[in-house]
């Protein structure tokens, strides 16, 4: 039996296994391979740890739980079903483990625009997230990817990194008149064209090619693209979820399932890699406190 079952070894499981080692917890961290960022060069943001790149994190993450006896497998988690002492967790090797709680860390996957030549650059000069990749892109070319009012607040937004902002809605615009208003009051020029393709040199972007064959001069590219969480277990097991697909939960991850925690960008709005991580380990605290709870450790 486990004290916690850690599903997802990015920042926020990863930070949320460190705090519980710590608390001498038995915990069990089972991570899929497949984390959000692995095309991106650089994460940003976090300080002490800027420009360094994603992958070399979470080994740096992984070498810390060593001295604290933290059982890492390299698995993906196929089902979790409640049972009278908490939960049993079922593995894609055939696997299975007890656990008297659960935290899932796993995350979102982005759902790129079906553009041919986008994926090449994808993590290079292609991002979702101004915060994470604006710096690196300041002052030049941007071409935004979107339609409607995301669309349109993210090419407002990127002003703030350069002057030179485009705004393309592949295919036609869905924007209400007072997003015209304010884009063209801030000379962000709206392309309604299909992209045909993004043209580019190893990934670094020169032409949006549209399908009446026009080309549209570019240095980078931000998307406002839907995501979804990468694990759809919390929706399995009854939790509610908020309009954009992410599961809801306290301050301290806890969803409406007593026994199930959710951190990370499957759960909250600001998806940085530093947030992420703070989430965990504020996660791994609330758990910690449940388990001496249910102990009879805690003042009542």
Known sequence: MYDVVIVGGGPAGLSAALVLGRCRRRVLLCDAGTPRNERARELHGYLTRDGMPPLELLGAGRRELTPYGIELRDVRVMAVDTNPDGFTVA?????????RTVLIASGVSDDLPDIAGLDECYGITAHHCPYCDGWEEREKAIAVIGNGASGSALALALKTWSDKILFCTNGRARLQAVHRRQLAAHDIGVHEGRIARVEHERG????LALDGGDRIACDAI???THQRPQCALPKVLGCD??????VKTDHLGQTRVPGLYVAGDASRDVQFVIVAAAEG????VAINKALQASAGLAVT
């Open 91 to 99: 593995m894609a090797d055939g696997g299975t483990a007890n656990t």
């Open 204 to 207: 670094r972007v020169t032409f």
């Open 222 to 224: 931000f998307m406002s």
């Open 241 to 246: 979820l908020n309009r954009h697909g992410l």
């Open 281 to 284: 380990a504020k996660a791994a």
